[in-house]
């Protein structure tokens, strides 16, 4: 079965790479020339088409890897803590893109870096859960024990991605009143370049995950040989 | 207009510099372990070796660390 995975890993991950590029290249087409001139903002309202998808693709990766972590507890499948530890770090990467995206936008539009309000708050909050649970990774150091214990951690950091979605909603922010599933009028336009680019995002999270699976599997295979050899000598 | 594109600029690159680092040390990290298994593959094999050798001298012609 892993045999049969490891095969399969290196069918699909050249092929995930260059679509993720291509899709990429038409989303940066897309935003940079398709798309209409937002009126209010101006240029710089096209931060929205990276900023947003990149929020939306870290939390399919973290509900990804929280449902493997569940999985896990149930099985005790290796492979599904492979995959949760996977999704969650890069997870993890597109929530730093959303954070740091987020900032760049925020300087000229409300004149400062950060505002200290829900939406961000709850945000930033779940990119510190996924960095403590990659410390928390490295210090537990047998592999069943690490295993539980962030699945754990995993499952519990999910609970914050409805509160970021609906923070906008239940208090008032600095962020504005939803534009998606939320009755805000968003060009049809904007609406296409926004899902193109949560496309895109979507399959570079595919490639990324993939690519970080196989180092899973590798440790685990260093961690097996290293086991044998303490046994042996 | 122009500051407004400074920031843009800013934005996206940002977003690419992490994402260009994340591919990095995937690759590091990768190349790190792969060095390590075949370290463990040597060392296992050589331990094997001693293990099935009576005299426990262990293969005389190999120059690899036999500890």
Same mark, same amino acid.
């Given at each position: 079965?892993? =045999?049969?995975?490891?095969?399969?890993?290196? %069918?699909?991950?050249?092929?995930?790479?260059?679509?993720?590029?291509?899709? $990429?290249?038409?989303?940066?087409?897309?935003?940079?020339?398709?798309?209409?001139?937002?009126?209010?903002?101006?240029?710089?309202?096209?931060?929205?088409?990276?900023?947003?998808?990149?929020?939306?693709?870290?939390?399919?990766?973290?509900?990804? /890897?929280?449902? &493997?972590?569940?999985?896990?507890?149930?099985?005790?499948?290796?492979?599904?803590?492979?995959?949760?530890?996977?999704?969650? =770090?890069? /997870?993890? @990467?597109?929530? #730093?893109?959303?954070? @740091?995206? +987020?900032?760049?936008?925020?300087?000229?539009?409300?004149?400062?870096?950060?505002?200290?309000?829900?939406? /961000?708050?709850?945000?930033?909050?779940?990119?510190?859960?996924?960095?403590?649970?990659?410390?928390?990774?490295?210090?537990?150091?047998?592999?069943?024990?690490?295993?539980?214990?962030?699945?754990?951690?995993?499952?519990?950091?999910? @609970?914050?991605?409805?509160? #970021?979605?609906?923070?906008?909603?239940?208090?008032?922010?600095?962020?504005?009143?939803?534009?998606?599933?939320?009755? +805000?009028?968003?060009?049809?336009?904007? /609406?296409?370049?926004?899902?193109?680019?949560?496309?895109?995002?979507?399959? $570079?999270?595919?490639?990324?995950?993939?690519?970080?699976? %196989?180092?899973?599997?590798?440790?685990?295979?260093?961690?097996?040989?290293?086991?044998?050899?303490?046994?042996?000598? | 207009?122009?500051?407004?594109?400074?920031?843009?600029?800013?934005?996206?690159?940002?977003?690419?510099?992490?994402? #260009?680092?994340?591919?990095?040390? #995937? &690759?590091?990290?990768?190349?790190?372990?792969?060095?390590?298994?075949?370290?463990? %593959?040597?060392?296992?094999?050589?331990?094997?070796?001693?293990?099935?050798?009576?005299?426990?001298?262990?293969?005389?012609?190999?120059?690899?660390?036999? +500890?």
């Amino acid at each position: 079965m892993a =045999e049969a995975d490891s095969t399969q890993v290196d %069918k699909l991950t050249p092929v995930l790479a260059v679509a993720g590029a291509v899709l $990429v290249v038409a989303a940066l087409y897309l935003i940079f020339v398709w798309v209409p001139m937002e009126s209010t903002m101006g240029v710089v309202q096209r931060i929205f088409y990276f900023h947003v998808p990149s929020a939306a693709t870290s939390w399919v990766a973290f509900l990804t /890897g929280g449902m &493997a972590a569940v999985r896990y507890l149930i099985s005790r499948d290796g492979r599904l803590d492979d995959l949760s530890v996977s999704c969650n =770090e890069a /997870g993890l @990467v597109f929530c #730093i893109v959303n954070l @740091v995206t +987020g900032m760049f936008w925020a300087k000229p539009v409300w004149g400062i870096w950060w505002a200290w309000d829900a939406r /961000g708050q709850s945000a930033l909050l779940l990119a510190v859960i996924y960095v403590g649970y990659l410390i928390l990774r490295q210090s537990v150091t047998e592999p069943s024990q690490r295993a539980v214990v962030c699945a754990v951690v995993s499952i519990c950091g999910m @609970v914050d991605i409805p509160i #970021i979605y609906m923070a906008n909603r239940w208090w008032r922010t600095q962020h504005p009143a939803p534009v998606i599933f939320g009755g +805000g009028g968003l060009d049809a336009r904007m /609406g296409i370049v926004l899902a193109f680019t949560t496309v895109a995002l979507l399959t $570079v999270l595919w490639y990324l995950v993939r690519q970080r699976r %196989k180092l899973a599997v590798m440790q685990r295979e260093a961690e097996g040989l290293r086991r044998m050899v303490h046994a042996l000598g | 207009m122009e500051e407004n594109l400074k920031w843009l600029w800013y934005a996206f690159s940002a977003a690419w510099i992490i994402h #260009i680092l994340y591919v990095a040390s #995937i &690759a590091s990290r990768a190349k790190d372990l792969r060095g390590q298994i075949d370290n463990l %593959k040597t060392l296992l094999q050589d331990q094997q070796k001693r293990s099935d050798d009576p005299s426990g001298q262990g293969d005389p012609h190999s120059d690899r660390p036999t +500890g």
